[in-house]
């Protein structure tokens, strides 16, 4: 039998941070390849069957008028729903996943022990919810145009938007997971903080339609202003100015995100 030994920092290697996220972002896809089959229903059938009775269903009896742009409701509504399914997809990656690794799986613990660092395993972490929103994303832009819920080549720019809200998001829940020793809390978080972003943030109809009192708690959510940002570029509406200070608002979400995971994945994961 053929001995293996798992390399240490004591080795003295050093990985570069952009080899060691790569080397994570592998071991994510490793499994993925042959797993996506259980997650498929979630990330992409879900999100499509949602446009379907929404759009078709819903959006028929809804007229074309000021609160839609003048759009259909189908067409009005294929924009604001790449960025929830970017957001509600990113919170499945950043809550369960990141307690497996930590808990049930260990995986975490293996990788530590290697010269990767835990600043490394965060950013190889980060970089899988990335990949999986962009690939999600654009599975369904392409059901959405089949469908006929896409008006322009102005949508492909919904994609990045809906990436970045999906970030803003994913970056500040990774770092909570990283502090938790079981899973409760997170159905807290699916209940009352990522359903009622996703139905009353301006996704499904705008939010001046909402009580005053409401909006500014739509206003500091992502999905909000990655909705804007969305349907603002689909639809040529979108002004430098305010398209700036959404995307100024999600990059900040993501770095505080990124501050506080480093410092986390650290803290749990020195060895």
Excluded: C, D
């Amino acid at each position: 039998m053929v001995e293996t030994t798992i390399p240490s920092r004591s080795t003295g290697v050093v990985l570069s941070p952009v080899r060691a996220t790569l080397i994570g972002v592998e071991k994510h896809w490793t499994w993925y390849r042959r797993n996506w089959r259980a997650t498929a229903i979630s990330s992409f059938l879900q999100p499509v069957l949602f446009l379907v009775a929404m759009g078709f269903g819903f959006g028929s009896q809804v007229q074309p008028g000021e609160a839609t742009g003048g759009q259909t409701y189908l067409v009005y509504l294929a924009p604001a729903l790449v960025v929830v399914t970017a957001v509600q997809n990113a919170t499945w990656e950043s809550t369960y996943a990141v307690l497996s690794a930590f808990i049930w799986q260990k995986s975490y613990w293996g990788a530590v022990v290697t010269p990767v660092t835990p600043a490394q395993i965060f950013s190889s972490q980060l970089t899988w919810i990335a990949f999986r929103l962009v690939s999600s994303a654009a599975v369904f832009l392409l059901v959405a145009a089949a469908l006929g819920a896409v008006s322009g080549p102005g949508v492909v720019l919904a994609l990045p938007f809906a990436v970045l809200a999906g970030l803003a998001f994913a970056a500040p829940v990774v770092a909570f997971s990283a502090t938790r020793e079981t899973a409760e809390g997170f159905s807290g978080l699916f209940r009352f903080v990522v359903i009622p972003m996703t139905l009353f943030t301006g996704a499904f109809f705008p939010i001046s339609q909402l009580p005053e009192w409401l909006r500014p708690i739509a206003w500091v959510t992502p999905v909000w202003h990655g909705v804007e940002l969305a349907r603002g570029a689909t639809f040529g509406t979108l002004r430098l100015l305010p398209a700036l200070g959404h995307v100024g608002y999600l990059v900040a979400m993501v770095a505080v995100g990124v501050v506080l995971g480093r410092r986390y994945y650290q803290r749990r994961l020195a060895v």
